[in-house]
């Protein structure tokens, strides 16, 4: 029977808080993880997904290390490691391998055949040649799920074109087309020069991508629990990017037009937007007729609700700069913390007919002096042996009432689990490493 006598949020709390999560199991505890991948996010963020909900990660590097261990702002590395592979490095055991060598792919392919799951980033049809691909992997582990990470996926005309390139984040997202949507828009008020596509600021082709193929994957693992089978599954993170492209596509295709850049702009719904503030920048929304009329009764300017009075007003590329100037010359006279404060003081009172929404753009320094990102665990701190003092980001769906997923240490220096992995699966000694490692294969 539930029990209502209770607050929501004190019961949802006592079941979901990240504090308990250690209490809890892992909901793939029992899976065996071969990270692969070389010089991508998009392969790391995919097994990363995985090992946060217990799955045992082995991240094979070749003897001198992922590429993506260098790939960090300006040369900064902590210890041997960039931070972006810190980020990516969690809960996986790090070992050493050649693959370039005969004695490599064969310890690989014995590895393999224990794995549930292989993820790579090879170049369309490489691991194949190397004798290490899908087709090979399978006929030792019939239940092996395959995830293939390329730019161009692994058939059609530009991955034949392309396949001997490897997988960027720059050329994922330019090829989903969000950057031609993205950046300032075609207003006379910005200077010309920065009227141009924009690159989002992180590496988000391969976020979406990893996102979709750790999807996959999981997926997959349910169709081979009910039918015993194994699969391919290749993903292009451009298509996986593409599925964040809201309306834009259908839009083209009912009434061949093209979006553009809208910048603060929206060709859907207006005002909807960022504004400046006297000390930041805060989103505001008022779009429909209703809360339009009670954004310009906030701002004391009931007379602009009858310049722009219905939503196709509004949605006028002609008329969007003017509105977006007009909240501006009200918000910059305001600190963000005031404009919240009247935009909610408005909305609550008795007689106000419509809402506005509007929240406070968080620099990262903002967020982290927020108590409520730390109740709700979404920042930790952490002393690691190897690293030591971390800031990290705990696991997104970290609130579960049953199984949720967690960050049990930052990273691994490179092949610092060799020994361990090589034991537990193969049944390698020292003596056995040592050998691999003279001859180069480790």
């Known amino acids: 029977m539930v029990d209502k006598t209770r607050p929501w949020e004190e019961w949802i709390r006592e079941h979901d808080d ?19 991948s070389y010089g991508n996010m998009a392969g790391l963020f995919t097994s990363s997904i995985l090992s ?20 960090t702002p300006y040369g900064l590395l902590c210890k041997d490691t960039g931070l972006g592979y810190l980020n990516e490095g969690r809960n996986k055991y790090h070992v050493t391998l050649n693959l370039k060598t005969e004695e490599g792919r064969e310890i690989y392919k014995e590895l393999a055949a224990k794995a549930d799951v292989v993820i790579e980033t090879f170049k369309p049809g490489e691991a194949d040649e190397m004798g290490i691909g899908f087709r090979q992997l399978k006929d030792l582990n019939p239940g092996l799920v395959y995830c293939a990470i390329h730019t161009y996926g692994q058939f059609g005309p530009e991955a034949e074109k392309n396949r001997k390139k490897p997988d960027y984040d720059v050329v994922d997202q330019a090829r989903c087309g969000i950057p031609a949507v993205t950046g300032e828009p075609d207003d006379p008020d910005i200077p010309e020069e920065v009227r141009a596509p924009t690159k989002q600021g992180n590496w988000m082709g391969w976020y979406a991508g990893g996102c979709w193929a750790a999807f996959g994957i999981i997926t997959a693992l349910l169709w081979r629990f009910k039918s015993g089978k194994g699969q391919f599954i290749d993903m292009a993170p451009p298509e996986g990017e593409a599925k964040f ?3 834009h596509i259908q839009w083209y295709h009912q009434a061949k037009r093209l979006r553009g850049r809208v910048g603060p702009y929206d060709s859907a719904v207006f005002p909807y937007t960022f504004v400046k503030t006297s000390d930041g920048v805060c989103f505001i929304s008022g779009f429909s007729d209703v809360n339009w009329a009670h954004l310009c009764n906030i701002m004391n300017k009931p007379e602009v609700k009858d310049m722009f009075p219905t939503i196709f007003d509004r ?14 010359e009200w918000s910059a006279r305001l600190t963000s913390k005031e404009l919240e404060e009247v935009v909610m003081k408005h909305n609550l009172e008795p007689d106000a007919v419509g809402v506005v929404a509007t929240a406070k753009v968080n620099w990262p320094l903002d967020a982290l002096g927020e108590d409520h990102w730390w109740i709700r665990k979404t920042f930790t701190r952490i002393e690691d042996p190897n690293y030591g003092e971390l800031l990290l980001v705990n696991p997104a769906a970290n609130k579960m009432t049953e199984t949720p997923p967690r960050l049990k240490w930052a990273c691994r220096p490179v092949g610092a689990d060799n020994l361990f992995v090589y034991k537990k699966f193969l049944g390698y000694g020292p003596a056995r490493l040592e050998e691999l490692k003279s001859k180069g294969v480790i």
């Open 52 to 71: 946060e909900f217990g799955a045992f990660v082995i991240k094979v590097e070749p003897p001198q290390g992922d590429l993506a261990r260098k790939f």
């Open 18 to 36: 990240p504090e308990h999560t250690l209490e809890k199991p892992e909901a793939m505890d029992d899976l065996v993880v071969l990270d692969v």
């Open 245 to 247: 492209c809201d309306y």
């Open 315 to 328: 949605l006028n590329p002609e008329n969007q700069p003017k509105i977006h100037h007009i909240i501006e």
